[in-house]
């Protein structure tokens, strides 16, 4: 069977898809690959009824499996009695934690804000293994996705079976019985006094470095120094994968034989070990996919006289186990990463890498292989990739393989032997890692090694996979001026994408949605300008700084910039801010920091506001230059047109009524863009232009009654409405006379609470509306 078990491999995953999927597309596809296996692979009868007999057992077993995916609680219910199955998350005043409703046997994502930093710094040293607890709270749906592309958080916490969020209103260990907990809790809850012993008795970095590699938990790793990875590419040397589980093995089957253990016992420790380690390692897919490889490699070298694997048997028959236990899974990027790199290395290993006889020159051809391998998956959830990873890998596997983490791994054994490590190797370790980040963040730095072509779609997908197959094959083989097709194919690779979003004839215009706030990406056709009008923005308010949290929620950060990096944009030509308020400008800084801006356009107002002063600041500083416009600007790009109607230059008076208010024609469509636009502002324009005439209005002040006066809205009847608006928001907007105005001229309305992104997708002078949510 050796060599047999990838085929049964794919069987498992076809029938998985078929189950969660399109069951006719994956059905005709499982057919096919029958016929491909019989006619051209020669597999007998015997060995391709197995195959049948996989896919159909996957199939039948996933979907019993899904057809018990729905909630058992009643959305009323406000009593819970829970036990607590992962170790607690505290960020600032916010304490989340994955719970079990014991009644219903059902997994409820937990979320308490703490009152106090006592009860925070009680929370942090508790442990909430072994409890079974009374907890009084509120029911609530997960928030879905509302922009395209973006990250829906309500189908994450399905595909993990966890269908409500709980609003606890008091800590949830005020009301607990301790019970005796399982093998399995008990494993955790050593894990989590592991993080906390490290977290206590080491420096930060080295805590922080030092979690991440020991027990598998990057909480304690600052932003900053996780983005610096995951923008070299090299983020997955802080995840427990088959790299570090490899060389803790050999490690300590070594330290075995070396003190006078037979070969025998220390595989049999080794095999008792590993699913202690999994789950101490915090069981992510990178480490369940490394420990099942062992185990099985493992199992070879006890039994070898009546098993025999390779390591391609090996994954393979990991990946299909794993899936035969979590078909789920299958959704998870850390799931499809970890093997679809392994398999790519594996699958190189006999014949392309062998062939690289020098440490440097082998590491370089292993960092490329699985830049590629995992290129397309990249591409699809990040967006982008960084070809800095080959440099990246090439310093860095070496610093963590031979020095990092055996260096911590002693670290820690020396304090939990002696209680005590010596201040001169922690300040040595403390100096490395120091030096190790800030070459990092000087290496992401540099841009040109950034490539951002956008998620792809399913045909591009396709193309990626099939392009990245065919490199592989002509590496292989070493035919005959095989290098020269390497780089041409290699250039298309890199290439093809960016190449068709610069001559996309398709314009759009999309009121992003920021919540309670405006944003308004243009993205003109055959990418001729990208335009954005305000950046949405989220208020911050002085806390106490126990409440701060690591990593906060920002519009800017967390929406706009993935946004426009889904979409492959990666330049904006005119930022457009319409006036001070923190909701329509306070995303600037991180889309100034991420995104090249060519030019910033703000209001001619005598009077900027603070967050105005400091976005002009930072603009000085990247050489952005900042122009002011007024009443009678304007430009034009092909067959668009952008006219500022006000405010009037050097304008003095309420800041709402100093917006940039802009007439535009963009796709064979008038539109009407205020800002937050007041109704003296509104007449104005009225008295100033009463020719105007435009299609759609973007209601100014998220529908506020201080805007859309009767006159205003009469005189110019526009066709459609949009309106830009948080949820449930604290104002009341939009407010119910401005709709019923809206109504009474008959302007058809779409709002963002309601129906998320908004986007004008067109082509000549032809488009349509398309609400990202029906």
Not at 341 to 370: D, E, Q
Not at 446 to 458: A, D, E
Not at 501 to 528: A, R, Y
Not at 558 to 564: A, G, Q, R, T
Request: charged letters at 20%; aromatic letters at 14%.
């Amino acid at each position: 069977m050796k060599g047999l078990y990838f085929y049964f491999s794919i069987a498992s995953l076809l029938g998985i898809l078929c189950a969660l999927k399109s069951f006719l597309f994956f059905f005709i596809l499982a057919i096919i690959y029958l016929v491909i296996l019989f006619k051209y692979k020669r597999f007998s009868r015997l060995q391709l009824i197995c195959i049948a007999f996989v896919y159909i057992l996957f199939y039948f077993s996933t979907q019993i499996k899904i057809t018990h995916y729905k909630t058992k609680i009643p959305v009323d219910t406000n009593t819970f009695y829970i036990t607590f199955n992962q170790d607690p998350k505290i960020d600032g005043d916010s304490l989340q934690i994955l719970v079990k409703e014991i009644r219903l046997n059902e997994k409820i994502l937990l979320h308490y804000r703490i009152r106090s930093e006592m009860e925070k710094q009680m929370l942090e040293k508790e442990t909430f293994y072994g409890r079974k607890c009374e907890v009084i709270g509120e029911l609530k749906s997960p928030q879905i996705a509302k922009n395209e592309n973006e990250f829906n958080y309500k189908e994450y916490l399905y595909q993990n079976q966890i269908y409500w969020i709980l609003e606890s209103n008091e800590t949830p260990l005020k009301k607990c019985v301790v019970e005796k907990p399982s093998l399995l809790l008990m494993l955790k809850e050593i894990r989590f006094k592991g993080i906390n012993y490290l977290k206590v008795h080491f420096p930060p970095d080295i805590a922080a470095f030092g979690t991440a590699l020991i027990f598998g938990d990057r909480s304690l790793m600052s932003p900053e120094t996780l983005s610096s990875f995951q923008k070299a590419g090299i983020v997955h040397l802080l995840a427990i994968s088959g790299l570090h589980v490899s060389l803790l093995v050999e490690m300590v089957y070594l330290i075995g034989i070396r003190i006078g253990v037979t070969k025998e016992n220390m595989v049999n420790f080794l095999l008792s070990i590993l699913p202690v380690y999994a789950i101490l390692a915090g069981g992510a897919p990178s480490v369940i996919r490394a420990v099942l490889m062992l185990f099985l490699v493992l199992c070879t070298v006890k039994f070898k006289r009546s098993l025999r694997l390779s390591s391609f048997d090996a994954i393979s028959l990991a990946f299909s186990f794993y899936l035969f236990v979590y078909p789920m899974v299958i959704y998870d990027v850390g799931f499809q990463l970890s093997f679809s790199v392994s398999f790519g290395i594996i699958l190189s290993a006999p014949v392309i890498l062998k062939r690289y006889h020098r440490n440097f020159s082998k590491l370089i051809s292993t960092s490329v292989v699985a830049q590629m391998s995992g290129l397309p998956i990249l591409l699809y959830y990040f967006f982008s990739s960084s070809l800095m990873s080959i440099i990246s890998n090439l310093i860095f596997i070496p610093f963590f393989s031979f020095f990092l983490l055996p260096g911590l791994y002693l670290l820690f054994f020396i304090q939990v032997i002696f209680g005590n490590v010596p201040t001169f190797i922690n300040l040595f370790f403390e100096k490395v890692i120091h030096f190790s980040t800030s070459l990092l963040e000087y290496l992401t730095k540099i841009s040109i090694f950034t490539f951002t072509p956008g998620r792809p779609n399913w045909f591009f997908l396709l193309i990626y996979i099939m392009l990245i197959v065919l490199i592989f094959m002509i590496w292989e083989m070493q035919m005959q001026y095989y290098r020269k097709f390497l780089v041409m194919l290699g250039t298309f690779l890199l290439l093809f994408q960016i190449v068709w979003n610069q001559n996309n004839p398709i314009g759009e215009v999309t009121m992003i949605d920021v919540g309670q706030g405006d944003c308004i990406l243009i993205h003109l056709p055959f990418g001729k300008g990208n335009y954005l009008i305000d950046t949405g923005g989220t208020l911050s308010f002085n806390e106490e700084k126990w409440k701060t949290r690591k990593n906060p929620f920002e519009v800017g950060k967390n929406i706009v910039v993935p946004y426009l990096k889904s979409k492959g944009i990666t330049k904006i030509d005119k930022l457009i801010l319409t006036h001070g308020d923190m909701d329509h400008i306070g995303g600037a800084f991180a889309i100034i920091k991420e995104i090249q801006i060519k030019q910033i356009l703000i209001a001619a107002v005598r009077d900027p506001s603070e967050t105005e002063n400091a976005i002009v600041s930072v603009a000085k500083k990247k050489q952005i230059p900042v122009v002011k416009v007024s009443a009678g600007d304007h430009w034009e790009n092909r067959n668009s047109y952008f006219y500022v109607l006000s405010p009037e230059k050097n304008f003095s008076g309420v800041r709402n009524r100093g917006s940039i208010t802009l007439f535009m024609k963009i796709g064979g469509l008038a539109w009407f863009s205020g800002g937050d636009l007041d109704q003296e502002g509104e007449e104005a324009i009225v008295k100033k232009y009463p020719n105007l005439s435009f299609d759609i209005l973007k209601v100014g002040h998220h529908g506020s009654r201080t805007s859309s006066s009767e006159e205003f809205l009469t005189r110019y009847k526009p066709k459609i409405s949009l309106i830009s608006v948080g949820k449930n928001n604290r104002f009341g907007h939009p407010n119910q006379e401005v709709l019923d105005k809206l109504n009474n001229i008959h302007s058809v309305i779409y709002r963002t609470d309601q129906q998320g992104a908004i986007t004008y997708r067109f082509f000549h002078e032809q488009g349509t509306f398309l609400p990202f949510l029906p």
